[in-house]
């Protein structure tokens, strides 16, 4: 088996085990929790970063769906200066 299609059967066994619905703001509304907190979380870590969100190069490895990026573009950040790579090919 090669690598892309293990990753791909631990995340088929991943999300059969969890649920459709696990990352769903919509139908679990837990997610909104876990967002709400990692949004703050995001927000007191860049206030300790002394520096310019629009000259600031940012670089996001396991950017998965593109949440935080999306995040920083909401605060300010120039997004010629933003990365985002993640493992899984269709991300």
């Known amino acids: 088996m090669d690598k892309q299609t293990s990753q791909q059967a631990w995340y088929h066994r991943y999300y059969t085990k969890a649920g459709a619905n ?25 206030r300790i ?13 396991g950017c998965g769906g593109a949440g935080d990026i999306y ?6 950040y120039n997004p010629e200066m ?5 493992i899984q090919t269709d991300r």
């Open 82 to 86: 933003i990365t985002g790579i993640d």
């Open 49 to 61: 970063l002394e520096h310019d969100p629009k000259t600031a190069r940012v670089f996001d490895v």
């Open 22 to 46: 696990r990352n769903s703001l919509r139908a679990n509304p837990e997610v909104l929790f876990q967002v709400l907190a990692m949004e703050a979380a995001v927000v007191r870590a860049l």
């Open 71 to 76: 995040q920083l573009l909401r605060i300010g």
